[in-house]
């Protein structure tokens, strides 16, 4: 991928001051800087749109000489999006799914004044029943970015959701705790995602018989993520791959199409030993 615009100019004063390996670790770093400026940008603008929950529409009847998109065999997915956040950051996400045959897509929306992880879980539950029940599915994929991942877990694991979710991808999540941006410990639900937490600890009990399956994609440049491998699932009873990504930052991984790509081959592939076996590098 390759970003345009000033930093070309500056490429020769880097690799002058600065050779080898660092100058190539410094460019990289200023063309995620750079992308993650650009996204908080565009998703400002979309913020207000995506304040109320979706629409739930029923499928439309077919009919004679209408070009149908091909739809991919699957479950339902459903979209969690992170921290102070809202169903707009999937906007992209959700187009290259919907353009790739995944057609049963649908965001939840949680209050940003909600204070607890297992709260949140609950409502997530309750949304992934009247899915099933509305779709006739028996099972839904979840993404989940950040802390929408957490919440996907918790509901996975701690409260019998594994009998509803068949795979569960997670976008930078602080599966350990994060010790980044400490102000912000004010938050009850922030509190939540530091290390030693009530809720991790819970996360961290034996699962024994956890029949989900999870996919966490974690990047070498997510600066949310204090330490960067909190965003790795660790636990030995659960069936998880971890995928790094590289040359990317935290809002962009709900954005990036090759990370799209790469969660489109999570939710494809029946057997976890399959997915991604290496990195993803998308700088």
Same mark, same amino acid.
């Given at each position: ?11 020769? #004063? ?24 650009? %996204? ?20 439309? *009847? ?25 169903? =707009? ?21 949680? =209050? ?6 297992? =709260?949140?879980?609950?409502? #997530? ?5 009247? %899915? ?14 950040? #802390? ?49 937490? &009530? ?15 999870? +996919?966490?994609?974690?990047? &070498?440049? &997510?600066?949310?993520?204090? *330490?960067?491998?909190?965003?790795? %699932? ?10 790094? +990504? ?7 991984? *709900? ?12 939710? &494809? ?15």
């Amino acid at each position: 991928m390759k970003v345009t615009g000033v930093l070309p100019l500056f490429l020769p #004063l880097c690799r002058r001051l600065w050779p080898g390996r660092l100058a190539s670790l410094y460019v990289t770093l200023l063309k995620a800087t750079a992308l993650e400026a650009a %996204i908080l940008a565009g998703h400002l603008l979309l913020y207000p749109t995506g304040f109320t929950q979706e629409r739930r529409q029923a499928a439309l *009847p077919d009919q004679d000489g209408t070009a149908r998109l091909p739809v991919a065999p699957g479950a339902p997915v459903v979209l969690l999006h992170g921290f102070i956040d809202n169903r =707009s950051v999937f906007v992209l996400l959700r187009r290259n799914l919907a353009q790739n045959g995944r057609q049963r897509v649908e965001s939840l929306n949680y =209050s940003p004044l909600t204070c607890d992880i297992r =709260s949140a879980a609950e409502l #997530l539950g309750r949304h992934v029943e009247e %899915i099933c029940e509305r779709t006739g599915s028996g099972k839904v994929d979840i993404v989940g970015h950040s #802390l929408g991942g957490l919440i996907a877990r918790y509901y996975a694991q701690c409260l019998g959701g594994d009998l509803r979710v068949r795979t569960l991808v997670t976008l930078g999540t602080p599966h350990s705790g994060t010790r980044a941006v400490p102000l912000a410990n004010a938050h009850p639900i922030v509190r939540q995602m530091r290390p030693g937490s &009530d809720v991790l600890e819970e996360l961290a009990r034996p699962a024994p018989g956890c029949r989900t399956r999870f +996919v966490s994609f974690w990047s &070498d440049l &997510d600066s949310v993520m204090d *330490p960067l491998e909190t965003a790795c %699932i660790e636990h030995p009873d659960l069936d998880a791959q971890n995928v790094r +990504v590289s040359g990317i930052g935290h809002l962009a991984l *709900p954005v990036h199409p090759a990370v799209a790509a790469g969660i489109r081959e999570a939710l &494809d592939t029946p057997h976890p030993e399959d997915v991604l076996a290496g990195g993803l590098t998308v700088a």
